[in-house]
């Protein structure tokens, strides 16, 4: 394709692409994103497009292969249009019919519709499926429609004209104060307000400045940014083309993990588009502007996700984090001013120019507006990636759109924010997603995710689970972190082996306030959420751990025993066989018996037994 | 010319000259903060953490390292309040417990008013204050040693575990260490590890005039930035 010049010419060449598309009566959407890719969802896309050539259909039929929908769990989905008609699990050999029935006659096919779980009931287009309804789609909806590898996609959906009307008509100072009146604060987990990072940054002295997209997203469980860069990079790009516009950077860094090959694939194809078409380069669109990005791979350091850490990372050092006392909008990589920004974040800064502040502004709380992306995991009915307006309460994330627990049990709490958030019990499912109130409640919105647990969960556990992985990711370079994390570890260890005592609670309460005030960056400023966001809502749970050396969900190794109730126990064996270690005897049709010395507690009996004659005590 | 800046510490008005980091303007005046990590001619890392203070602006007061905070017209700093004594006295224990063995080690838990241990001992050779590798980085330009591996496992080696060539075994690095100093005779030996408070008169002295530098015999122990200069 020719270089643009003008912003003409790239209207010009929206209003010709779609003049082209216009013979196009069907699109089949094929979610290619990395939890449907998971689920086969590349199989789907091959037997579709032969099955498309065979029956002479690819002239009319458009086959795109997407982003993430969301709904990763119901993999590999596919919606096709006209008719939005949404099929999930999807499987290679539907493919025959998917292309016979719906594609060429209209028919749906209702072996592939979803059903839900908790009514039964069928819902044939994504917009009446409860996941999706409760929902408010700004980001995650235009991944549906968009090939992620297709800049054309991208422009025909009206891309790139919030970057024009930038270019064209505002200035940097104006674009500032529209982010900064829209309320947009950073998506990544400190909620810093964007708008006044930008001023900063514009404000800042010297004449080289840096734009950076943090897309180093490391929480266990969270994958919303992965799902933006991969499903549609181009947005991410031309939200940090404004922002460098606004700052007067010349040069950007998109940092993304290596381990999410996918989102460096589709953002380097999407940056070397983006150069083609003079989007990026000298003299953008004919203006003065000139600005060029470049995709950086991280090595998967969870440090590296703190601002200091990547920059540092980025020069090609060891990546460890700097003293802060400086920030980085003023002394940032290089030592130069640099304006660094969650891939979410940079993705909401299209519509806001677009549609303006108000129109941004209108959505969310008092303190924080828009919509935020949840990664919404754990023992629920419905997971995957959910987009709400901030101020959405807890209970309509966890029950309305989650759908509730599974297997019948009683959901206990919600883990917000990752490692570095807390946990949040059922009586504080009312609390809205705010980045104030969840910081006040002692836990964080942080990046988004959100890990539900229900009565089989131990907090204490939890605890141990989060401070075990942020041991490991702990750059140990400030002694609280490295030596503060590893000792509340050894306390919660002792505590979960039967060995704790009281005043260790206090010892853990003290430790964790001395690392969250003292530690050297963010991550280890708060490392000790978990526990003492546990420690404030389940005390209890630490105290039976301690007094009665009992853990009440049944989780903890060493505080609990198996054993066989002889009147359930029908004597069929099957435990016996699945026992690695030989600890269950008995004779046929006899009660057995566990063996407690050779028992390890691997629940491998529990989980074979069909009569429930195992339990924990 | 050197530029002065005004800074408030503890109440003091201090005329310091512009770019220096708050702990040496606070030392230079006399006003005493425990510190570990520091040394008066190499760059700082913030690692100890010892030298926090609380740094006033607009009323609220932020926690962070004298060390790595420079000096800045009309700063308020508070190097000595209940909060800062307390974290670093939290902060001194988990230091002493992780390395008992050396006398620097236990006059800066000293000088902090750790009095119990509540955590089990820990006999490491290395607190990771990074003295040896920034002397060896920054004032001898060789690099022979750095820093290697990520959290629990990061320790002080040569690249790739060899001596290279280019360490030409000055021996800067030994001295600068904190752990090179024998522990003091009394307690502290392998396997029975405990404060024995012998050295109660120095323990008074630095609760009792804790905020004023009076050159005393724990600073030699730590190697105060005082001493090192």
Redesign the interface.
């Known amino acids: 394709m020719p270089r643009l010049n003008s912003f003409r010419e790239l209207e010009h060449l929206r209003e010709l692409l779609r003049e082209q598309r216009q013979g196009i009566t069907t699109t089949v959407m094929v979610c290619g994103g990395t939890g449907c890719q998971a689920s086969r969802s590349q199989d789907v896309i091959d037997a579709v497009r032969d099955e498309l050539s065979t029956q002479g259909l690819d002239q009319s039929v458009r086959l795109c292969v997407t982003g993430c929908h969301g709904f990763c769990e119901q993999g590999p989905v596919m919606i096709i249009e006209p008719g939005n008609v949404f099929y999930c699990h999807v499987s290679p050999a539907d493919a025959f019919e998917i292309v016979s029935q719906t594609v060429m006659k209209g028919e749906v096919i209702e072996r592939l519709l979803y059903t839900d779980p908790v009514s039964g009931e069928i819902f044939q287009t994504e917009a009446e499926i409860p996941f999706y309804r409760s929902q408010d789609r700004q980001l995650l909806s235009k991944n549906r429609m968009i090939d992620p590898c297709s800049i054309e996609d991208y422009i025909v959906a009206g891309g790139y004209s919030a970057l024009t009307k930038v270019l064209y008509g505002v200035a940097p100072d104006n674009i500032i104060k529209e982010i900064e009146l829209s309320g947009l604060r950073g998506r990544g987990g400190g909620g810093f307000p964007t708008g006044r990072k930008w001023k900063e940054c514009r404000e800042a002295p010297g004449d080289e400045k840096y734009v950076i997209c943090n897309a180093d997203e490391g929480d266990p469980g969270a994958y919303m940014d992965r799902c933006v860069l991969e499903g549609n990079p181009h947005l991410v790009l031309e939200g940090m083309m404004i922002g460098a516009w606004a700052i007067g950077a010349r040069k950007g860094y998109v940092y993304v993990r290596n381990e999410y090959p996918l989102a460096v694939k589709h953002s380097r194809i999407a940056v070397e588009q983006a150069r083609e078409l003079g989007l990026l380069g000298k003299n953008i669109l004919g203006s003065s502007f000139s600005f060029d990005v470049d995709i950086a791979r991280g090595g998967g350091a969870f440090v590296c996700g703190e601002s200091t850490a990547l920059m540092v990372s980025l020069e090609g050092k060891v990546g460890e984090p700097r003293p802060k006392d400086v920030h980085t909008v003023i002394d940032g990589l290089y030592h130069k001013p640099t304006t660094l920004n969650n891939v979410e974040t940079w993705a909401n800064v299209p519509s806001i120019i677009l549609n303006g502040a108000s129109w941004f502004a209108s959505k969310g709380t008092e303190g924080s507006k828009g919509t935020k992306i949840l990664a919404l995991t754990g023992r629920i009915k419905n997971t995957g990636l959910v987009e709400v307006a901030m101020g959405t309460p807890i209970s309509t994330v966890v029950f309305d759109i989650g759908g509730g627990a599974i297997d019948g049990n009683m959901i206990k709490a919600v883990q917000t924010g990752g490692p570095s958030g807390g946990c949040l019990p059922l009586d504080k499912f009312d609390l809205p997603v705010d980045f104030d109130v969840l910081s006040e409640a002692g836990s964080m919105v942080g990046s988004g995710g959100m890990v539900v647990m229900d009565e089989s969960s131990c907090m204490v556990d939890v605890a141990k689970y989060f401070l075990t992985f942020l041991q490991d990711e702990s750059c140990g370079k400030c002694l609280p972190c490295r030596v503060g994390i590893d000792r509340m570890l050894e306390i919660i260890t002792d505590i979960t082996e039967g060995r704790g005592r009281l005043e260790q609670i206090d010892l853990l309460e003290e430790l964790a306030e001395t690392v969250s005030l003292t530690a050297l960056c963010g991550l280890g400023k708060t490392a000790p959420n978990p526990v003492l966001s546990t420690l404030r809502y389940f005390r209890s749970e630490y105290e039976a751990h301690i007094n009665e050396k009992k853990c009440p969900a049944g989780v903890c190794k060493a505080l609990i025993t198996y054993w066989i109730d002889p009147d359930l126990c029908t004597g069929c064996g099957v435990c016996v066989q699945g026992c690695v270690h030989q600890a269950i005897t008995g004779g046929k049709k006899q009660p057995h018996v566990i063996d407690t010395q050779l028992c390890q507690k691997c629940g491998i009996c529990r989980s074979e037994c069909k009569f429930d004659a195992i339990l924990i005590t | 010319m050197l530029q002065h800046v005004n800074v408030n510490i503890d109440g003091a008005n201090i005329r310091a000259v512009r770019g220096t980091s708050v702990l040496d303007a606070a030392i230079e005046y006399g006003i005493c903060i425990p510190h570990l990590c520091h040394v008066p001619y190499l760059p ?7 030298c ?1 203070v609380e740094h006033v602006v607009n009323g609220r007061s932020n ?3 004298s060390c ?3 000096v800045e017209e009309g700063m308020v700093i508070l190097t000595n309040t209940d909060k800062i004594r307390q ?1 670093r006295r ?2 001194a224990e ?2 002493v ?2 390395a008992p063995n050396s006398r620097a080690i236990q006059d800066i838990a000293l000088r902090c008013g750790v009095k119990e241990v ?3 001992f820990r006999n490491e050779d290395c ?2 204050c990074g003295r040896c590798v920034r002397v060896c980085t920054e004032v001898w330009r060789a690099r022979a040693i750095g ?1 290697v ?6 320790h002080v080696d040569y690249p790739f575990g060899i001596r290279p060539e280019f360490c030409k075994q000055c021996g800067n690095c030994v001295q600068v260490c904190p752990m090179t100093i024998p522990p003091c005779d009394g307690p502290m030996k392998p396997g029975e590890e405990y404060l024995c408070g012998k050295c109660e008169s120095q323990l008074m002295l630095a609760d009792e005039t804790p905020d004023h530098c009076v050159w005393c015999k724990l600073g030699e122990g730590f190697t105060c930035g005082r001493y090192v200069q």
């Open positions: 700082d890392i913030g690692a100890c953490r010892l926090i926690v962070t390292t790595t905070l420079n974290l939290n902060l988990l230091l417990a992780q509540r955590y089990p607190v990771l820093f591996g990520r959290g629990k496992e990061r």
